[in-house]
């Protein structure tokens, strides 16, 4: 072999050992670590021109990104796994509507991110709205006579909101809120997202009308509204299919001259379904209010829910406002003339009786008064403000219908003859627990009664202490009285029975006076207290206008304050438990006061570090109802409900719909809403499983913890399993109804 061959073969032999050097270094893959995929970015906003933002997202395993809104562009949309990052570029159309927020998932599987993209445009929903009413204020309740739930009776209904309502009135006839679970507009034969709870049902020659409504400078309008034919058949062979020339809806500037206009449903006319009708009409300039009415032709058949006036962004039909047409008294029973009558004639005559009556005010609400002739007491719901105050002698025309079981004179057309007039009110009946509890009465009657006074959003309750059945109501209290200044402090009620309200559970009454209560008291804020091992404090409040101590039977689990004459948090101070067991200690709160209960045991577990995990509760939705408005500085306005410790929410945050109160079987989470667990003092959340209708689980973001709540469409549920001191979850991409909640506990 010469020289050149050897020097040949060397260089194949060099070739080939980097070659195999290359193979070795390709075979290493990188140790990736854990799966994890991160954003740098929570949220992006745009403005309404649209543009292009980057964000770097860090992806150890392989990725994708998603969206479902068509006006957000990705890329790239997926990519390899890595410990570096990548740059993904967010594009945005330019934006002619409203307002709009979507979302981009990075999702690896194992993980996954979201990021909210906002952008701006003509304003906000809310900014557009000008009236909305989903009906839902007050579940309306079947009497064992029937639905006597009518509008002009019944005001759980009045659920308005919008930029135009300050003025806005109603008139109605054979019309009646229901609700039936199975059939309302959130049921399963509804085609849109229906607010469900209360609907309106169109009985005997019914009308319905929204009068007043102000108009902002605006020329451009869509009316919306949720409707369903459903007359009912012993055969079930009725053509259900939605009819106009039976269902007619009619616009006016003034009231009196009425446009008939059309609308339609997106997908045409549904066949015993629900779905959401529309109108876009443009009004002639300089036009400032709107009233609107709606009628049938054929009763007992149609279904009504969800009225919302909006500004459209794009001008609709014409309306000519010079050729309206008079409606007449637009159907119903209509009450013929008015009769001059006295009170007590008034009293004993049929719902339905038009009549004019004339009285002393003896006292206000915000929707209406109680006048007097010096024997008899009426009520006059005005259903929007007051038309009168204490003194003046008034003159009253309306029509009588009954509500909480009284007779009273609603839709009022008031006349004050003269002010300052003389007046002399009975003394009140005083109503101790017994008596509050066992109170009922066919007529107006000045009472009075101590209790504890509660705020919740518009409602301002009194429980009295040791009543069970009936809960004092200060219905529309005027702000005079500066209810929210007395929330948790034992008050003194005097003023007028007006109605038993909620399947005969508040005592509706006309507030005359309001005093810090006379009575003494003493409450605990809670019974049971629960602490982790590694916890050394737990609170509660005590209530009391009375001097009290607290004692404990363990000395190593001290209080602070022992002892004190007025409301009070208490802090029990103590040592981690290192034992394996659960310590189990007693806390007297007593008093030698004279009040209805002496002494109250708060008992503390204090768990053993080797104490089981996993106490397991359940919140069934139906039954568990008593959910109150609330406000939450973080999320919003939403729903709260507290049971054994824990308490529930669900709040708007990023949702572009405001929540609803809950179904008589069911909350729901709207899509970017947060639903929240807050667990007892000293207690972890392990575990989340909500049990939800067919068809309506879907997985949630966990913001506490930045995991995935997964949904299993096989059972309905949506579980989290981690550690956490309070839970809250975001619906992502569609909305979920929970019928029960199962928590976990630690």
Same mark, same amino acid.
């Given at each position: 072999?010469n020289?050149k ?17 290359a @193979? ?25 021109? /649209? ?32 410990s ?5 570029e ?14 981009v ?20 929903? %809310? ?14 309740v079947k ?13 759980g209904?009045r659920?308005e ?28 034969? +509804?085609?849109?997202?229906g607010s ?12 319905f ?12 309008? !869509?009316?919306?509204?949720?409707a369903?034919r ?21 616009v006016?500037?003034?009231g ?5 206009i ?24 300089g036009?400032?209010?709107?009233? &609107? ?6 009763? +007992? ?9 909006? #500004? ?19 159907? /119903?029973d209509?009450? /013929?003339?008015a009769?001059?009558?006295? #009170? ?5 005559? =049929?719902s339905?009786?038009?009549?004019i009556?004339t009285?002393?005010?003896? %006292? ?6 109680? #006048? ?32 909480g079981?009284?007779?009273? &004179? ?17 003394s =009140? ?18 009472i ?34 500066n ?9 003194k ?6 109605g ?17 209560g ?7 804020? @809670? @019974? ?8 050394? !404090?737990? @609170? ?17 689990y ?9 409301n009070?948090?208490? !802090? ?5 438990n ?12 007593s ?29 069934? #939705?139906?039954?568990?109802?008593s ?17 054994? /410790?824990v308490?529930?929410a ?8 405001d =929540? ?13 809403s947060?639903?929240?667990?807050? =667990? ?23 913001l ?12 309905n549920t949506?579980?989290w ?12 991409v569609?909305q ?11």
């Open positions: 072999m020289m061959t050897n020097r040949f073969l060397g260089f194949i032999m060099s070739v080939a050992a980097l070659a195999f050097a @193979t070795a270094c390709d075979d290493k893959k990188e140790d990736l670590g854990a799966p994890s995929v991160e954003v740098e970015k929570s949220e992006i906003s745009f403005e309404k021109t /649209g543009g292009t933002e980057t964000v770097q997202v860090t992806a150890t395993r392989d990725w994708k990104a998603t969206t479902e809104q068509d006006w957000i562009s990705i890329g790239p949309r997926e990519g390899k796994g890595s570096k990052a990548v740059t993904v967010i594009k945005v159309m330019e934006n002619s509507g409203l307002d709009r927020e979507g979302s998932k990075f999702d690896i599987g194992f993980d996954s991110k979201t990021l909210t993209v906002k952008q701006k445009g003509t304003g906000s929903v %809310a900014d557009m709205t000008v009236y909305k009413n989903d009906f839902d204020k007050e579940k309306a009497s064992d006579s029937g639905w006597k739930t009518y509008l002009d009776s019944f005001e209904w659920n909101t919008g930029t135009g309502i300050s003025s806005v009135t109603y008139a109605s006839s054979g019309v009646s809120a229901r609700t039936n679970d199975k059939y309302n507009s959130s049921s399963s034969s +509804s085609d849109y997202q469900g709870m209360n609907y309106l049902w169109f009985g005997k020659e019914p009308y009308e929204v009068k007043n409504i102000t108009l902002p400078a605006s020329k451009n309008y !869509t009316l919306s509204f949720g369903e459903n007359e009912y058949s012993q055969s079930g062979d009725i053509d259900n299919t939605f009819k106009h020339d039976e269902f007619k809806v009619y006016s500037n003034d009196s001259k009425w446009v008939q059309e609308y339609s449903f997106p997908a045409g006319d549904k066949n015993k379904r629900w779905d959401l009708a529309s109108s876009t009409f443009t009004v002639p300039d036009t400032s209010a709107l009233y &609107l009415y709606f009628m049938s032709t054929k009763a +007992s058949v149609y279904c009504f829910d969800d009225l919302t006036l909006s #500004i459209s962004e794009k001008a609709g039909t014409v309306i000519d406002f010079s050729k309206g047409v008079d409606l007449g008294t637009g159907g /119903g209509n009450p /013929g003339p009769t001059e009558m006295k #009170i007590s004639e008034v009293l004993s005559s =049929p339905g009786t038009a009549a009556v009285g002393t005010v003896a %006292a206000t609400y915000q929707r209406g008064f109680v #006048i007097t002739d010096g024997t008899d007491y009426l009520l006059v719901y005005d259903g929007t403000k007051c038309a009168a105050k204490e003194k003046d002698n008034v003159k009253v025309s309306g029509t009588t219908s009954e509500y079981g009284l007779i009273q &004179l609603a839709s009022p057309e008031v006349t004050v003859v003269s002010s300052g007039n003389a007046l002399t009110l009975p =009140p009946k005083v109503l101790d627990a017994a008596a509050f509890d066992a109170y009922s009465s066919s007529k107006i009657e000045y009075s009664y101590e209790g504890t006074l509660s705020v919740s959003g518009n409602y301002v309750n009194v429980e009295v202490a040791g009543a069970t059945k009936h809960t004092g109501s200060l219905a529309y209290i005027n702000d005079s009285f209810a929210k200044s007395f929330d948790g402090a034992v008050v009620v005097t003023g007028f029975y007006v038993l309200a909620s399947n005969n559970k508040y005592v509706n009454t006309m507030v005359t006076d309001l005093v810090p006379a009575s003494d008291y003493l409450t605990v804020s @809670t @019974t049971t207290l629960s602490a982790a091992a590694d916890a050394t !404090t737990a @609170t509660f409040d005590v209530k009391a206008n009375v001097a009290w101590t607290i004692t404990s039977d363990n000395s190593a001290t209080v602070e304050p022992a002892s004190g004459d007025k009070a948090t208490v !802090t029990v101070k103590f040592a981690a290192t034992a394996e067991t659960d310590k189990v200690v007693k806390l007297t709160v008093t030698t006061a004279d009040v209805a209960t002496k002494s109250y045991t708060v008992v503390l577990t204090h768990k053993g570090k080797n104490s089981a995990s996993g106490s397991e509760i359940t919140l069934e #939705i139906a039954g568990n109802n959910w109150t408005a609330a406000t939450d500085d973080t999320y919003g306005k939403g729903f709260e409900f507290t049971k054994d /410790g308490k529930y669900y709040y708007k945050y990023k949702s572009t719909s =929540p609803t109160a809950p179904q008589s079987d069911h909350i729901r989470i709207y899509k970017s947060v639903f929240v667990i807050v =667990p007892p003092t000293g207690q972890k959340i392990e575990k989340v499983v909500l049990n939800c209708l067919s068809g309506k689980s879907a997985n949630m973001t966990v506490s913890d930045n995991t995935i709540a997964v949904s299993n469409v096989a059972d949506v579980t399993t981690g550690s956490v001191d309070k839970y809250a979850a975001q619906a992502d569609s979920v109804r929970a019928k029960s909640i199962t928590v976990v506990l630690k």
